[in-house]
């Protein structure tokens, strides 16, 4: 009987030795990666009415909440009969209807950039400036209270 003990415990023990050394000389193993981290951002999804007043609050923020709240902000996509500078054919837009300062805002987005031409208080010379949505949601689109009110903007567009 106590023969059978001790082989019985040396065989537990090889075998605790053999799981052990086995563990031992297996590799690490690697954290496993989120998805959003070993993968590119999804583009975030906005619409393209979205997009502008994200453009317009980043290009000159007090020219679209004034024409917003004064019912004159417009929303459009450009078409082969507007009168338009070059290079904005096909790209959408925000303009005041009073037109007062000479604003206007084209803009589209190419994949996760969204290009913005403007110009702004009678220079007529188009600029041009890029932005990721990324930024954009970053800058103006984080917070709830931010989300309620670039959709209450959105809400406030008139169109053409």
Known sequence: MKRKVI??????IS?????VTI???????????????????PRPKFTDQQIGVLAGLAIS????????????????IVKPSDTVPAGVNDYSYLVATDDQD????????EGQTV????????NTKLKTKALTLSQLKKEFYQTRSQKRE???????LRTE
């Open 115 to 122: 290009i913005i031409k403007y110009t702004s208080q009678r």
């Open 61 to 76: 923020p007090e020219w679209l909440k004034q024409n917003i709240a004064a019912n004159q902000l417009v929303y459009g």
């Open 15 to 19: 075998c605790l030795w053999v799981v």
């Open 7 to 12: 082989i019985t415990i040396i065989i537990l």
């Open 23 to 41: 563990n031992f000389n297996r590799p690490s193993p690697q954290p496993v990666q989120d998805e959003t981290q070993s993968s590119p951002q």
């Open 102 to 109: 000479g604003t206007e805002i084209f803009f589209k987005a």
């Open 150 to 156: 670039v959709d209450d903007y959105v809400a406030g």
